[in-house]
Every structure is written in C-alpha cells, then in structure tokens.
C-alpha cells in the first residue's frame, strides 16, 4: 500500500488550506483513513480519522475548523483546513489502516503565521 499525499503550504492565520492523499488500492480495502501531525517538537497527534462507513473524529483542537472526507471509488482522503492558526504548524501526514496494519504517507508541510 502506497499513500501519496498533496497539499499543505503557507497560510496566513484565518486562512485555508487543503490536504488530499490517494492511495495505490480501493478505499474500500481501508478500516480508517486519516491526518496526523507533528509540530516543532511535539509528538504525532491524530487531526481527523474517518471509517470506512464515514463516521468522523476530530481532535478537539480542530472540530468545527477542519473537515475530513473520504472517497473509497477514487481512493482519497482529504482534509479541508479553514480558520488556520499559528498552532496548526505541523507536517501533515496521511495515514490508512488495513487489517491491522497502520500504513503512512510523507509528511507535507504546514506553516501558518500570526
């Protein structure tokens, strides 16, 4: 299993990003689909995870700012950002599970100034 994510960039503080990440197989193959980050010194957080039934979690940080979505015909995860803010900053990384087995795409990068 392959995760190839796109996305990420540059915001000012109130601005809006978007995340998207394919996978190589169907998204019917996947449990859970999902954003991590990792900010400047800090461990790796769950963002947003979403089932295969499309039930979502957020992380209390950024429910009601981030939204995730899944597509399991085009094989994506997207995570649409709005109200960005400083403590966003963190490389984003796109995750799926499969039988158990956690699977990873590179990190993309979000900074977002005050």
């Known amino acids: 299993v392959q995760l190839q994510a796109s996305g990420g960039g540059w915001s000012q503080a109130g601005g809006s990003l978007r995340h998207l990440c394919v996978a190589s197989?169907?998204?019917?193959?996947?449990?859970?689909m999902g954003w991590y980050r990792q900010g400047p010194g800090k461990q790796r957080e769950l963002v947003a995870q979403?089932?295969?039934?499309?039930?979502?979690t957020y992380a209390g940080s950024v429910r009601g700012r981030f939204t995730i979505s899944r597509n399991d015909i085009q094989r994506t995860v997207a995570l649409q950002m709005n109200d960005l803010r400083p403590e966003d900053t963190a490389a984003y990384y796109c995750?799926?599970?499969?039988?158990?087995?956690?699977?990873w795409g590179p990190g993309t990068l979000v900074t977002v100034s005050s």
């Open positions: 197989e169907s998204g019917y193959n996947f449990a859970e």
């Open positions: 995750n799926a599970v499969q039988r158990g087995t956690l699977f």
């Open positions: 979403v089932t295969r039934g499309g039930s979502p």
